[in-house]
C-alpha cells in the first residue's frame, strides 16, 4: 500500500494567517493526490483533486500543488471556517489510502 | 442536489455481521458513470477505505477487509450497502458512504459524502 504523510500533525495559525500543509508519498502517485478537510462530527469534504484542481464550489482561497511524492495544500487567508482537520488521498493505485490528518486549530 | 444518508445497526455484537444502506436522493443511483463507496474513521483516527460498487455490480475491496467485505447495489431503491462480517471491537468506527469519480486524467476522489453513521462493536 502506498503510505500517506502529512505534516505538521496539528497546526496553529490565525484568522488572516496563509498556512500551509504538506502530504507525501511513500512512491510516485503523479498528480493522483486529493485534499478534504472535516469538522468535527462532519463528513469530510473534497477541497481540491489531482493535486491542483480546486472542486466547485470551493473558495479560491485554497489551492494545491505538487506531484510525484510531494504535495501541498495553502490557504491564502485563512476564515473562522477553515479550522478543521485536513487530510490528503491519493488515487494512484488501490488500495486509495489518506494520510493521517493535519488539524489546523486557532491561535 | 444529490443526496446520500446511512442507516442500519449501531450496535453489533463481536463474531456478527455489520449491516449498513445508503440511500441515495436527488439522483439515480444508475445514471453517470459513478462508484459507491464505503469509507470508515474510528474513533480519535484517520480515514480507511473499504471498498466501491459500479452499479454494474463491479466490486473493488481493501485487501484488508476483502475476506470480510460485501458491497451490494439495489438499483429499484436507489441504494447500496455494507455488509461487514465477522467483527472485532476494531470495526468500531463512524461509516461513511461516498459517490466516487474515476477519470484517467484526475485519478480517483470522492465529491458527495454522507452525514456518517456510528457502530459500535460490543457484547
Known amino acids: 500500500d502506498i503510505q500517506m504523510t502529512q505534516s505538521p500533525s496539528s497546526l496553529s495559525a490565525s484568522v488572516g494567517d496563509r498556512v500551509t500543509i504538506t502530504c507525501r508519498a511513500s512512491?510516485?502517485?503523479?498528480?493522483?493526490l486529493n485534499w478534504y478537510h472535516q469538522k468535527p462530527g462532519k463528513a469530510p469534504k473534497l477541497l481540491i483533486y489531482?493535486?491542483?484542481n480546486l472542486q466547485s464550489g470551493v473558495p479560491s482561497r485554497f489551492s494545491g500543488s505538487g506531484s510525484g511524492t510531494d504535495f501541498t495544500l495553502t490557504i491564502s487567508s485563512l476564515q473562522p471556517e477553515d479550522f478543521a482537520t485536513y487530510y490528503c488521498?491519493?488515487?494512484?493505485?488501490?488500495?486509495?489510502?489518506f494520510g493521517q490528518g493535519t488539524k489546523l486549530e486557532i491561535k | 442536489q444529490l443526496q446520500l444518508q446511512e442507516s442500519g445497526s449501531g450496535l453489533v455484537k463481536p463474531s456478527q455481521t455489520l449491516s449498513l444502506t445508503c440511500a441515495v436522493s436527488?439522483?439515480?443511483?444508475?445514471?453517470?458513470?459513478?462508484?459507491w463507496s464505503w469509507i470508515r474513521q474510528p474513533p480519535g483516527q484517520g480515514l480507511e477505505y473499504i471498498g466501491y460498487?459500479?452499479?454494474?455490480?463491479?466490486?473493488y475491496y481493501n485487501p484488508s477487509l476483502k475476506s470480510r467485505t460485501t458491497i451490494s447495489v439495489d438499483r429499484s431503491k436507489n441504494q447500496f450497502s455494507l455488509n461487514l462480517s465477522s467483527v472485532t471491537a476494531a470495526d468500531t468506527a463512524v461509516y461513511y458512504c461516498?459517490?466516487?469519480?474515476?477519470?484517467?486524467?484526475?485519478?480517483?476522489?470522492?465529491?458527495?459524502w454522507g452525514q456518517g453513521t456510528t457502530v459500535t462493536v460490543s457484547s
Open positions: 461516498a459517490r466516487g469519480n474515476w477519470a484517467f486524467s484526475t485519478g480517483y476522489n470522492m465529491d458527495v
Open positions: 436527488g439522483g439515480s443511483i444508475g445514471s453517470g458513470d459513478y462508484s
Open positions: 460498487i459500479y452499479h454494474s455490480g463491479s466490486t
Open positions: 512512491q510516485s502517485i503523479s498528480s493522483y
Open positions: 489531482a493535486a491542483s
Open positions: 488521498q491519493q488515487s494512484y493505485s488501490t488500495p486509495y489510502t
